[in-house]
């Protein structure tokens, strides 16, 4: 059972979690002053000051939420956040990849900090054609396996999409 606000669409023999409202606009604003001084298109860093700070904004709304992990056939909890954060600052699209493979990592969620007119969200593919398509909503998070391979849709000219993820620290039932 879910109890945070959530669509949960299948991809690829797994679900992918979007929880609309898990950030307020301005929380995502505090992030995107914290990243004022990053300017490559995607930075991981080990920083525990800002994970504490998303796990801060978004620990109430996780505490009662439960998930699957469809391979393992378990549900789990979040119950914090691991100290590296990935930002990404995108004017163009990230094309199609899996992200790093960490040691015990099977989640990760991401945070979306901008919000664009149309597109820049992101696509999760099922097979190597079908793909499922996740909009881009402010303050929205996004928990995926992290065995999805994924892009970035289009961004719109002119826009500066940014966004930032963190691998989870689950607890299984």
Known sequence: MIEAEADIIGCNGTHIYVMPDMLSAEQCDYFIREFDHIWKMQTIVEY????????EFTADKFKDSWFVNFKKQRKFQIVGFKDTVTVSKCRAKLNRHLDN?????????????????????????????????????????????ISLEHESQPIPHGD???SMGVRPIIQYA
Do not use: M, R, S
Not at 48 to 55: D, E
Not at 119 to 139: C, P, R, S
């Open 160 to 162: 500066l999409k940014i």
């Open 101 to 145: 493979q960490t040691t015990g990592a099977e989640f990760k969620l991401f945070f979306y900090l901008t919000q664009h007119a149309k597109d820049a969200g992101t696509n999760f593919f099922d097979t190597q054609e079908n793909k499922v398509e996740i909009k881009n909503q402010l303050g929205a998070c996004v928990l995926f396996d």
């Open 48 to 55: 525990p000051l800002w994970a504490k700070k998303i796990w």
